[in-house]
């Protein structure tokens, strides 16, 4: 059973910083591209960033870029997204999904952890 | 404003059918697959439909989607009460190099 757990999320101070980590099991992790996806409270979705399966190649949204930072390590299953200089826009449930590079479709999703920026 | 537009809310009675639109343009929906999520209140998004038109295994056959140039449409037949969730229409953008979402369309069953 393909499983992605997301952990790391909290409260944070504007301009501050914060590691989320999302640990993927039942399935060869390292054949996929992964992506990270938010949701702001009561908003919809949106694409944050991406990482291929070897983590050649990454692509981040511009409000992010320059703040954040995609990573992985195949050897542990684990995929990770480094926030930084965080702003309260920041605000979200962010998900950890498995993209399917063909079609370009999320197959599977984390349960999400919630990243809270405020004074 | 999200890239991809879908209407914010739809509502039918039960054993109903309902469709929920979501329109792109030629950087996205007119070049590629289009994909559609089903989110319940308070779980994570779930796979509905990809590539389209197909469904993923244990999706049931109420659930279909169709795609026409730049435009997609995600429909339900025999509506239920526990089809009420908010549903995603996302697809590729080669000009922004990542996936593209819909704003969400919210069904209520009344």
Redesign the interface.
């Known amino acids: 059973e393909v499983q992605l757990v997301e952990s790391g999320g909290g409260l944070v101070k504007p301009g501050g910083s914060l590691r989320l980590s999302c640990a993927a099991s039942g399935f060869t992790f390292s054949n996929y591209n992964m992506?990270w996806?938010r949701q702001a409270p009561g908003k919809?979705?949106?694409?944050v960033s991406?990482i291929s399966s070897s983590g050649s190649y990454i692509?981040y949204?511009d409000s992010v870029k320059g703040r954040f930072s995609i990573s992985r390590d195949n050897a542990k299953n684990s995929l990770f997204l480094q926030l930084d200089s965080l702003r309260a826009e920041d605000t979200a449930v962010y998900?950890c999904a498995r993209?399917?590079s063909y079609?370009?479709?999320?197959?599977?999703?984390?349960?999400?952890t919630l990243v809270t920026v405020s004074s | 404003q999200s890239v991809l537009t879908q209407p914010p809310s739809v509502s039918a009675a039960p054993g109903q059918k309902v469709t929920i639109s979501c329109s792109g343009s030629s950087s996205n929906i007119g070049n590629y697959y289009v994909s559609w999520y089903q989110q319940l209140p308070g779980t994570a998004p779930k796979l509905l439909i990809y590539d389209n038109n197909e469904r993923p295994s244990g999706i049931p056959d109420r659930f279909s989607g169709s795609k026409s140039g730049t435009s997609a449409t995600l429909g339900i037949t025999g509506l239920q009460t526990g089809d009420e969730a908010d549903y995603y229409c996302g697809a590729w953008d080669g000009g922004l190099s990542g996936v593209v979402f819909g704003g969400g369309t919210k069904l209520t069953v009344l």
Do not use: A, M
């Open positions: 992506n996806v919809g979705l949106e694409w991406s692509n949204r998900y993209l399917y079609g370009y479709y999320f197959d599977y999703w984390g349960q999400g």
